[in-house]
């Protein structure tokens, strides 16, 4: 088998994922789900009934960008009265985190947080965002640097059989993934206990906010889920509903089973599709509406808190160049591997124009030309290893950040 260098993982599955749709028809059995929310109520919809449980991109333009400014002033008003602040302008900084998708790639954004840690001057997150594998690593690292020992053991201690079980190809046909996911699900469900659950809500009762991001496959709109409000709620359902938004975030259609969300519109059981937040972003940090009030206050004359965004690339930003075959798979899965790529930096650009414009210092980490670590199947566990020791050892040194995307 080929080695892989960059976004070879979910370039396999989905050339497996392409083969077995070429195979299906209209005979077959499809697994059964709950009704699907009508068109246009999307937004409408509720899981546990927490009105901030999430924010849904889908009904009036602007809205779930409003309703994500107002989770931010109250977090700051939290914030205020944990640290005995009488004022906004009296916080000394303010810091964000976005870690990216990537599969077995974030390995390095896990050593590269623990090798900060080791370093010492690693801050304590107001904002921490993720996807996909970032996901995983988001609610670590808002926890903070005591949670190092299971963040490092999530991307080292694991093999392929905690993250998939094969289906096989024919099967696949008939269902709705190459791949079962419930090994990732018990993986998750082992770190992610009640203990967790209570710090990140104590974390948002503080101040401090904790958002995954994953992709409504019914409505296609991204969803950023507000996890720490859902820990902190206290209903009964929340634990599971937090395990179950790491393992759709982490969802890559085709090769992993969708996510299904029960919900209720208008007193009604509906169901929700849910899969990788990477359909949408590979990484995020805060929407423009909340930019466009820092500028507000900016030219009011008040003070503006200094903030910093840290962005973790779990991937490569530079071109991975293959020869590739005349064969219809091979080519489809060039062109995916493609896009996923540009989006990712598209991504990071993305966010550099938003911190440029909006006054917020950016730093951008991501796996550059001297890890030349390499692997034959997905999250293979020499090679995560091999790259977390390699992010660590940097970190620790002392991370050179780059303050804009290697364009």
Same mark, same amino acid.
């Given at each position: 088998? +080929?080695?892989?260098?960059? *976004? *070879?993982?979910?370039?396999?599955? !989905?050339?497996?994922?392409?083969? =077995? $749709?070429?195979?299906? +028809?209209?005979?077959? =059995? !499809?697994?059964?789900?709950?009704? $699907? &929310? $009508? /068109?246009?109520?999307?937004? #409408? $919809? +509720?899981?546990?009934?927490?009105?901030?449980?999430?924010? &849904?991109? =889908? *009904?009036?333009p602007g809205s779930a960008g409003l309703a994500i400014e107002r989770e931010f002033a109250a977090a700051a008003a939290r914030r205020l009265r944990h640290l005995g602040l009488r004022r906004l302008d009296q916080m000394p900084r303010y810091d964000l985190l976005g870690v990216s998708g990537g599969g077995e790639n974030g390995a390095f954004g896990a050593g590269l947080l623990c090798g900060w840690s080791a370093r010492g001057d690693r801050p304590e997150f107001e904002l921490v965002t993720g996807v996909s594998t970032g996901a995983l690593t988001a609610p670590f690292a808002f926890l903070g640097s005591e949670w190092d020992p299971q963040l490092k /053991? &999530?991307? +080292?201690?694991?093999? @392929?059989? #905690?993250?998939?079980?094969?289906?096989?190809?024919? /099967? %696949?046909?008939?269902?709705?993934?190459?791949? #079962?996911?419930? @090994?990732?699900? !018990?993986?998750?469900?082992?770190? !992610?206990?009640?203990?967790m659950l209570a710090a990140i809500g104590r974390a948002y009762q503080e101040g401090r906010l904790l958002f995954v991001g994953s992709t409504n496959l019914d409505a296609q709109v991204p969803v950023v889920w507000n996890v720490g409000a859902i820990a902190a709620s206290g209903h009964p359902r929340a634990l599971d509903l937090v395990r179950r938004l790491l393992l759709a975030s982490a969802a890559i259609p085709g090769a992993f089973p969708p996510v299904m969300i029960d919900v209720t519109v208008d007193g009604e059981s509906r169901q929700e599709m849910h899969v990788d937040g990477g359909a949408f972003a590979q990484v995020f940090l805060y929407p423009r509406q909340v930019g466009e009030a820092r500028r507000a206050r900016a030219q009011r004359g008040q003070r503006l808190i200094p903030a910093t965004a840290y962005i973790i690339r779990n991937g490569r930003l530079d071109p991975d160049w293959a020869s590739v075959d005349r064969r219809t798979l091979t080519i489809a899965g060039r062109a995916i591997s493609t896009m996923i790529a540009a989006s990712g930096l598209n991504d990071v650009i993305r966010i550099w124009n938003s911190c440029q414009? #909006?006054? &917020?210092?950016?730093?951008? %980490?991501?796996?550059?030309?001297?890890?030349? *670590?390499?692997?034959?199947?997905p999250f293979e566990q020499a090679y995560m290893r091999g790259l977390f020791d390699f992010a660590f050892a940097r970190a620790q040194q002392g991370y050179t950040w780059a303050k804009q995307p290697p364009v």
């Open positions: 088998m +080929t080695k892989q260098r960059n *976004g *070879g993982a979910r370039r396999d599955v !989905l050339k497996l994922a392409s083969l =077995a $749709a070429l195979g299906a +028809t209209s005979a077959c =059995a !499809l697994p059964e789900r709950l009704p $699907a &929310v $009508a /068109s246009g109520r999307a937004a #409408d $919809a +509720t899981v546990l009934g927490i009105p901030n449980e999430r924010f &849904v991109f =889908a *009904g009036e /053991s &999530v991307y +080292t201690d694991i093999t @392929p059989d #905690d993250v998939l079980r094969s289906r096989g190809l024919l /099967s %696949a046909v008939f269902h709705d993934a190459l791949a #079962d996911n419930e @090994p990732l699900f !018990l993986t998750i469900s082992r770190h !992610l206990d009640e203990r414009r #909006d006054g &917020v210092d950016y730093n951008l %980490a991501f796996i550059g030309r001297d890890f030349t *670590g390499s692997y034959t199947q």
